[in-house]
C-alpha cells in the first residue's frame, strides 16, 4: 500500500542547466513537498545524493539523486542499502511522455517505458517493484512539436510553459503530501 512509503525519489538532472526542463518535473515536485514539510536537503556523501530527513507521523525521507538521470539508480541502490529499506517502500516521482500535462497517475511496478531515469533504478536495485508518480509532461507528436524526444524533455522551458507546468507541479505536490498525512 502507498502509506508504507519510507523513501520519496525526486528525479532530474543535477545543475542550472537542467532546472527548466520537463525531465526535472521530478526535482521541482520534491523541492516543493520540501518546503511544504519545512525540510531542508543536505548532500548526503555516502548515498550520492541531497536528502532531507521528515519526521511527520512517522519518519521518512526525500531524495534527489546527485548524479545524472541515467546513473539515479546508484544512488537510490545506495539508500536502500544503508537504510534496509524495500523497493516497495519507494515513490520514485518523475516525468512522463506518455501523459498530458495535467495528468498524474501512481502506479506500482511495470517497466520503464524507456525512461532512463527509471531504468537505472531497475537495474541498479534489481527490482521494478516500486511506486512511481507518473507526472504527464506530453509528447512531442500529440502537442504537434517537431522535435526528438530527447529534444522536448531536455530543453528550457518558456516562461509561459514553466508558469503552467509549476501550477501543476503544485497541485501534485500538494497531492502527495496529503497521501504522506494519509488524507487520501
Known sequence: MIFNIKLIVGLGNPGDTYKNTRHNTGFRIID????????????????????AKIYNKRQFFLLKPNSYMNNSGFSV????????????EILVIHDDIDLMPGIIKFKIGGSNAGHNGLKSIQQSIKSANFWR???????????NLKQSVADFVLHNLSLEEIEYLYN????????????????I
Open 133 to 143: 508518480a507518473r507526472i504527464g509532461v506530453g509528447h512531442p507528436k500529440t502537442l
Open 168 to 183: 501543476f507541479e503544485k497541485l501534485y505536490s500538494s497531492n502527495i503530501c496529503n497521501i504522506i498525512d494519509g488524507i
Open 32 to 51: 516543493l513537498i520540501a518546503d511544504k514539510l519545512h525540510a531542508m536537503f543536505y548532500l548526503e556523501k555516502k548515498i550520492h545524493g541531497h536528502v
Open 77 to 88: 541502490n545506495k539508500f536502500l542499502l544503508f537504510y534496509k529499506l524495500l523497493p516497495e
